[in-house]
């Protein structure tokens, strides 16, 4: 029995979307006439890839099983796809590839104790460990206090983890937490988009994005923009209910934990020297002797 996922929808819309970012001036074409829609025809990305209209045409509707990956770079070249969007098309691709056998799902793992040693070893640096559905599977002390709002919500309370999607889109709060609320929103949904694209077959991840689809209308137009999103670092900026503002900056790494399983480590930390830092120490100060277990809940 073939169990791939049917995601013609998935690369059509991404294809698409990648398409109608780009004008012909960006990508060395003569812009010709008026144009219906923005973006490139498709006839124009076929050009740039060096394939007819008629094969990528028929590449756009879904049809990507079989596709070489030298054909699916020169599309993503044609697309300027950058490293995370190439990523996910190839993602894409592999999904869509016949089976032999029914594609093992994968299983969350548990973290090995000494990762978590390590987090608890960051103590004036908050690091959490999270999976592809951004669940918060483990964290230190203080990336339990600084991220309280999260842990403490009515949309992750009765979860299992804690989660950044569902508290981004379902929680008020957030809005006030996260100063820069709309890109936060962005990333999650694009961290999510990126997931499904690597896993087609999560059930969980399926109906956690069912849920916010049905409850929010910002992740509806932020899953139908399409973006995806693999690694991410930079500064985010926080109102705590304990300390006020924070500027800190921030990295996500992989963290692989098994054949099957990739987690993401994520590490907030403050410039020495800087008001944060001295906020960042006052919330470690608060901090108790870190839990076993500081996001798993009984279900």
Request: proline share 7%.
């Amino acid at each position: 029995m073939d169990d791939r996922p049917d995601n013609r929808a998935q690369i059509r819309d991404f294809l698409a979307t990648r398409r109608a970012k780009l004008t012909p001036e960006q990508v060395g074409l003569p812009a010709s006439g008026r144009r219906r829609v923005p973006g490139l025809r498709r006839e124009e990305v076929a050009v740039l890839a060096g394939v007819s209209t008629e094969w990528y045409t028929r590449l756009e509707k879904g049809h990507i099983s079989g596709v070489s990956e030298e054909v699916l770079d020169a599309v993503a070249q044609a697309l300027r796809l950058d490293q995370d969007e190439r990523t996910y098309l190839f993602a894409l691709a592999r999904a869509a590839r016949p089976v032999r056998r029914t594609p093992s799902r994968r299983t969350d793992a548990q973290v090995p104790p000494p990762v978590q040693w390590l987090l608890d070893s960051m103590t004036l640096s908050a690091a959490w460990v999270r999976n592809g559905r951004t669940d918060i599977v483990t964290c230190n002390a203080l990336a339990r206090v600084l991220l309280a709002p999260v842990f403490d919500s009515p949309a992750t309370t009765p979860h299992t983890h804690a989660n950044l999607a569902r508290y981004v889109f379902l929680d008020p709060g957030a809005q006030q937490f996260f100063v820069d609320w709309d890109e936060a929103a962005a990333v999650s949904a694009a961290l999510l988009r990126a997931e499904a694209g690597r896993e087609p077959h999560d059930r969980a991840l399926r109906d956690l994005v069912g849920e916010l689809s049905t409850l929010s209308t910002e992740f509806r137009s932020q899953w139908a923009a399409h973006n995806v999103r693999i690694h991410h670092a930079g500064r985010k900026r926080l109102w705590h209910p304990q300390v006020g503002d924070l500027e800190l900056t921030y990295q996500s790494l992989d963290l692989p934990i098994s054949n099957r399983t990739v987690y993401g480590l994520t590490i907030y930390t403050a410039e020495p020297g800087s008001t944060s830092e001295e906020r960042l120490k006052l919330l470690s100060s608060l901090t108790a002797t870190p839990p076993t277990h500081p996001t798993n809940r009984p279900r």
